[in-house]
């Protein structure tokens, strides 16, 4: 905001607004700021993006400057998820068109009963119901997984 010629005393006094929502030593370089400014060219409002789902203004109200989380709709779709292992459960999983993200989430149900790194073989089978979050028909992220089971030789993990 500085490099954009906002004085440091209403920097100064968004991130103070903005530091009730969240913890602002956690920004990341792709989070996204929009400004807005006054036809007098002050500051009026702010935009702060961290995802499709976390979105906080900021806005001037006279002297005070007020901050508040977006309500965002998210439509929540259950979807189903199975294969067979080739390779890896990773491999496997990404093939399918899934991230890596969910990958983590289903070996994390199992690690204490199942080593993946270790005693996962080329046939084994694995089926999930997951939650998935759109945001305008866009995939933004995974929700719950809400049933999850894993089929190695004749155990079969659920």
């Keep these: 905001m500085a490099s954009q010629g906002i004085p440091q005393r209403t920097i100064a006094r968004i991130a103070q607004a903005l530091d009730l929502h969240l913890n602002l030593r956690q920004l990341q370089s ?3 700021l929009q400004l807005y ?11 702060y993006r961290q995802s499709p789902l976390d979105i906080f203004e900021v806005h001037r109200q006279e002297h ?19 294969g ?18 969910l990958v ?14 270790a005693d996962s073989q080329p046939g084994d089978r694995f ?6 979050l759109y945001v305008d028909a866009e995939f933004v992220q995974y929700g719950r997984i809400l049933a999850a089971e894993y089929e190695s030789g004749h155990t079969v993990h659920t």
């Design 64 to 82: 005070n400057w007020n901050a508040y989380k977006r309500d965002i709709d998210v439509d929540r779709r259950v979807t189903s998820v199975a």
């Design 84 to 101: 067979t292992l080739e390779n890896t459960l990773f491999d496997s999983i990404e093939k399918l068109g899934e991230s890596p993200r």
């Design 127 to 132: 089926r999930m119901i997951v939650e998935k």
């Design 30 to 32: 792709r989070d996204t």
């Design 37 to 47: 400014y006054s036809p007098e060219g002050a500051v009026t409002r702010v935009v």
């Design 104 to 117: 983590f989430d289903f070996a994390g149900i199992f690690a204490w009963v199942f080593d993946f790194a």
